[in-house]
């Protein structure tokens, strides 16, 4: 198959990309730093050309809430466009696990909603991928607020996946069939955000002194049980010790 990466230089995509061309697909990569731009919709339309499915794990840049809506609103709305155009039969989004089930939650969620509903209202077939966060999220949501070796972080409660799990999952959807929402993909255990942190902290030898707060970024509506996989959820096998033990090598 011919499958589109947009994203392809980041965290997901590049395994993603990886995983794809290990399988023996054709990838087309996507993203500003190699010409194509889904805010501006340069080089999308070449991009598309031939293209069976499109996998998108963009991210924008730290905006406000509006600004991220538009953000992620615009260039779902380019992306869905040129794949009409283009003859694309499967749109698959990297999606968050939670954001439905919460009011608020960051400004990043606002435009997460945004992507999902344009794709739910649009005529491109899709499969939607709510994963919750990520094995090395924790670590970079304190780098957010660090300032002289002291930063803030919320006591989340999460089921961590590891980076090269969910781009594994992310590539064998993107050479089958549209599915529409897929359940919960997550790692193997709950954690505690602020333990995370401090633990791949502590590992790649960072001095930070951690102050546990819901005053930041992550608002109170995430507390509980808010951000955990829902049931029947796809777990996928690398737990977060597993993953911390390969960055300490
Ligand atoms: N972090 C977590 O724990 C977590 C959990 C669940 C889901 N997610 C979702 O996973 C997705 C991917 O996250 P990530 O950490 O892999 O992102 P990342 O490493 O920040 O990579 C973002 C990618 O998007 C590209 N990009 C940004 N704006 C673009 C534009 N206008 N046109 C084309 N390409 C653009 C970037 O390349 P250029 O800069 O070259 O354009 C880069 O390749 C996010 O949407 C996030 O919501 C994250």
Redesign the pocket.
Same mark, same amino acid.
């Given at each position: 198959m011919r499958i589109a990466v947009?994203?392809?230089?980041?965290?997901?995509?590049?395994r993603t990309v990886a995983f794809l061309e290990r399988e023996g697909h054709a990838v087309v990569r996507?993203?500003?730093?190699?010409g194509?731009?889904?805010?501006t919709g340069q080089g999308l339309d070449a991009a598309l050309e031939g293209v069976d499915a499109v996998v998108d794990? =963009?991210?924008?840049?730290p905006m406000s809430p509006a600004e991220t809506l538009n953000?992620f609103g615009t260039?779902t709305r380019n992306l869905l466009a040129a794949e009409e155009r283009g003859g694309v039969r499967h749109h698959v989004l990297?999606?968050?696990?939670g954001i439905h089930r919460i009011e608020g939650g960051t400004a990043?969620y606002s435009g997460?909603r945004e992507q999902e509903r344009l794709i739910e209202e649009g005529r491109v077939p899709w499969t939607i991928v709510p994963?919750?966060?990520?094995h090395?999220?924790a670590a970079?949501a304190a780098s957010w607020t660090e300032r002289d070796g002291v930063a803030t972080i919320a006591p989340l409660l999460v089921q961590?996946i590891a980076?090269d799990d =969910?781009a594994h999952v992310l590539a064998e959807i993107a050479t089958g069939e549209p599915q529409g929402r897929y359940v919960d993909v997550a790692g193997p255990e709950p954690q505690d955000l602020v333990d995370m942190a401090r633990r791949t902290n502590d590992i790649l030898g960072r001095k930070v002194t951690l102050i546990p707060t819901w005053s930041g970024p992550f608002d109170e509506s995430m507390a509980g049980n808010a951000m955990l996989p829902g049931e029947n959820a796809r777990i996928a096998p690398t737990t977060f010790d597993q993953w911390l033990a390969a960055v300490a090598r």
């Open positions: 947009a994203g392809a230089t980041g965290n997901i995509g590049a996507i993203s500003r730093s190699l194509v731009d889904l805010i794990a =963009i991210s924008s840049p953000y260039t990297l999606s968050i696990v990043h997460k994963a919750t966060q990520f090395d999220f970079l961590p980076p =969910i």
